[in-house]
C-alpha cells in the first residue's frame, strides 16, 4: 500500500479526533477549518516518522493537540465560547442538555486538563494519556482525579 494511500486511510479512520480536539480549544468556524487543514498538513508532514511504536490515533491526538496549542499561542482572536457548538460526540448521543453541560464545562478548564479529561472521555488508559501528553502515568491520575471533582462541582452548580 502506498504510503499516501496509508495516511488517507488512518486519517479517514480517525478524522473525528481532529475535529473533537479543535471544537475543545476554538469556536470560531473559520479557525475549525484553518486548524483542520493545518492539522492535516502537520500529519503528512511528520507521517514519514510514524513509527508505529503508538496507535495511530494515539499519535493523530498528539500531532492534532500541538498544533492547536501552537495555534491558540498566537496573538489572534480571544477564544469565548459565547456561541458554543456541542461536540460530535455529544451530537451523536443525542445532543442532551446534560451531554451540552459537560461539554461546556470542560471547555471552561486549563488546556492541559482539558486535554487529559478528553483524552480519558474517549477510552485511552492513562500511560497512553502520559504518552500523549508528556506527564507521568501518576500525574495523570492524580490530574484525572482532580478533574472530576471539579467536573462534577461545576455540573452540579448548574
Known sequence: MSSEREFTNQIESCRGIIFKVIRLYVNDEEDEKDLFQEILFQAWKSFPRFDGRSKFSTWLYRVS????????????????????????????????????????????????DRMIVSLHLDGYENEEIAKISGLTKNNVAVKLHRIKETLTNKLKDL
Not at 496573538?75 to 457548538?85: I, L, S, Y
Not at 461536540?87 to 471547555?107: C, F, Q, S
Open 65 to 112: 493537540l500541538n498544533t492547536v496549542l501552537t495555534f491558540k499561542r498566537r496573538p489572534a482572536k480571544v477564544m469565548t465560547h459565547e456561541n458554543f457548538e456541542s461536540l460530535p460526540v455529544a451530537a451523536e448521543k443525542g445532543n442532551t442538555e446534560e451531554t451540552e453541560a459537560l461539554y461546556l464545562a470542560i471547555r471552561e478548564l486549563n488546556e492541559i
